[in-house]
């Protein structure tokens, strides 16, 4: 278990709708990372927040927008969804901006677009 | 942004022998660049990282290289055993900030 909790576990849902993934980071860590994994493939990096503000954007779409709350909590928000987005979407954390360190991954939520 | 290869996308090899991952980055700025497994199914794990003012780094049977001059990093496996057998990611990133990985590399060690 990395600390870094994920919820739902899994979300099943039609095309055009709207959904929201929750991330909390491990206790202290101030920086958290989202990632798309689509089958078979490599982590494609989403955005990355750090203490409440936006701090590295990726390739990230317009359609989806996440955001990190005070207490340091993260949701990303998926819009008008399409059959493409189905993925597992991981979240991880990191101590911070102040030393390089690791990133706890989640566990994942994988979405499923019908 | 920074972009990160790898190769070779599968690997594999017999329990006992080598096994080497190799990944390219663009970005000079870089200066950490981390390895992670995962297992099927499972979240990726950090197995290993080094940092640009360092050009190898062991850990028992694991050991990463850095050659900033040509913008290349490589993990080597030896004494492979069945349960080395996952997906390996490399990535690299500017103080740990905007992360990009490779797109991954599936060893499969046989017995």
């Known amino acids: 278990d990395s600390g870094v909790t994920q919820t739902p576990k899994h979300l099943i849902t039609a095309t055009g709708q709207r959904v929201t993934l929750r991330c909390s980071p491990r206790?202290?860590?101030?920086?958290v990372y989202w990632y798309q994994q689509s089958l078979d493939q490599g982590l494609q990096f989403l955005i990355q927040?750090?203490?409440?503000?936006?701090?590295a954007k990726g390739n990230i779409l317009e359609r989806f927008s996440a955001q990190q709350f005070p207490d340091l909590h993260s949701e990303l928000n998926l819009s008008s969804l399409e059959l493409g987005d189905s993925a597992l979407y991981f979240c991880?954390?990191?101590?911070?901006?102040?030393?390089?360190?690791?990133?706890?991954f989640g566990p994942g939520t994988r979405l499923t677009v019908l | 942004g920074e972009n990160v290869e790898q190769h070779p996308s599968t690997l594999s090899v017999q329990e006992g022998d080598s096994a080497v991952i190799k990944c390219t980055y663009s970005?000079?700025?870089?200066?950490?660049f981390p390895w992670y497994k995962q297992e099927l199914g499972k979240r990726p794990q950090l197995i290993i990282d080094?940092?640009?003012?360092?050009g190898e780094k062991k850990d028992q049977r694991i050991a990463v290289t850095l050659n900033k001059t040509a913008k290349h990093f490589s993990l080597h496996i030896t004494e492979t055993q069945p349960e080395d057998s996952a997906v390996y990611f490399c990535?690299?990133?500017?103080?740990?900030?905007?992360?990009?990985f490779g797109a991954g590399t599936r060893l499969t060690v046989k017995p």
């Open positions: 970005d000079s700025a870089s200066n950490y």
């Open positions: 080094i940092r640009s003012n360092v």
């Open positions: 991880a954390s990191s101590v911070g901006r102040i030393a390089v360190n690791e990133q706890f």
């Open positions: 990535a690299a990133s500017i103080g740990g900030d905007d992360m990009r």
């Open positions: 206790s202290g860590d101030l920086s």
């Open positions: 927040y750090y203490n409440g503000e936006e701090r």
